[in-house]
């Protein structure tokens, strides 16, 4: 069973970085396409970013921010996020574009002044 480990959240300033990490338990970037998901209080979880062999997409609302990517060697997901507004405020979660994979307990994500 894979696991997945979110961290990097944080309390930060309108403008300022974050870096989120999705480290899987074992290889699994060759098997699934890759995303992150975030969910603010009261709202759906919502598709944030992806990873495939293809290349990578992102919602309209963080395209220019936000970059995903991967180290294989390290079996780790990264989610760089810049120039953060407070509506990027959310829970982060990691897991397939299928969602098929148990999810991780996320991180917290507060941009706020």
């Known amino acids: 069973q894979v696991q997945l480990v979110e961290s990097g959240g944080g309390l930060v300033q309108p403008g300022g970085s974050l870096r989120l990490s999705c480290a899987t338990s074992?290889?699994?970037?060759?098997?699934?396409?890759m995303s992150w998901y975030r969910q603010a209080p009261g709202k759906t979880r919502e598709l944030v970013a992806t990873?495939?062999?293809?290349?990578?997409n992102y919602r309209d609302s963080v395209k220019g921010r936000f970059t995903i990517s991967t180290d294989n060697a390290k079996n780790t997901m990264y989610l760089q996020m810049n120039s953060l507004k407070p509506e990027d405020t959310a829970a982060y979660y990691c897991?397939?574009?299928?969602?098929?994979?148990?999810w991780g307990q996320g991180t917290q994500v507060t941009v706020s002044s």
């Open positions: 074992r290889s699994i970037f060759a098997l699934y396409d």
């Open positions: 897991n397939s574009l299928r969602r098929n994979l148990p």
């Open positions: 990873i495939t062999s293809s290349g990578t």
